[in-house]
């Protein structure tokens, strides 16, 4: 597992990129909801921040899952969780795990 320690936080990462809202915003939709956390994914990616990046699949993946798009959701988390060699007790991972589990 990739060093965490320069990663910027999660939500100012999904923030910047609208996925998340933020105080004094509107309502946003779900498409935009789920570029940005694409976005917030492939930048997480980019700056090595593997944990960042889960947490960004692991909010597109509810989105999709809510919107009835559970294998899509599964086949863009799974791989991800896979790269993952320890720290399965951290509430990231099993928070992902359920989701996995939830999403079959």
């Known amino acids: 597992m990739a060093?965490?320690?320069?990663?910027?936080s999660y939500d100012d990462v999904a923030q910047r990129h609208?996925?998340?809202p933020r105080r004094g915003r509107g309502a946003?939709?779900?498409a935009a909801a789920?570029?940005?956390?694409?976005?917030a994914m492939a930048l997480a990616a980019r700056q090595s921040c593997?944990?960042?990046e889960l947490r960004a699949a692991n909010s597109l993946a509810r989105v999709?899952?809510?919107?009835d798009f559970q294998?899509?959701?599964r086949d863009l988390l799974a791989p991800i969780y896979?790269?993952?060699?320890e720290g399965f007790d951290k509430s990231d991972l099993l928070v992902t795990k359920a989701l996995l589990t939830e999403l079959n």
């Open 50 to 52: 593997p944990i960042l």
């Open 82 to 85: 896979a790269r993952f060699t």
């Open 71 to 73: 294998q899509k959701a």
């Open 64 to 67: 999709l899952g809510a919107e």
């Open 18 to 20: 609208g996925g998340l």
């Open 34 to 39: 789920q570029q940005a956390f694409r976005d």
């Open 28 to 30: 946003i939709t779900v």
């Open 3 to 8: 060093d965490t320690k320069a990663c910027p």
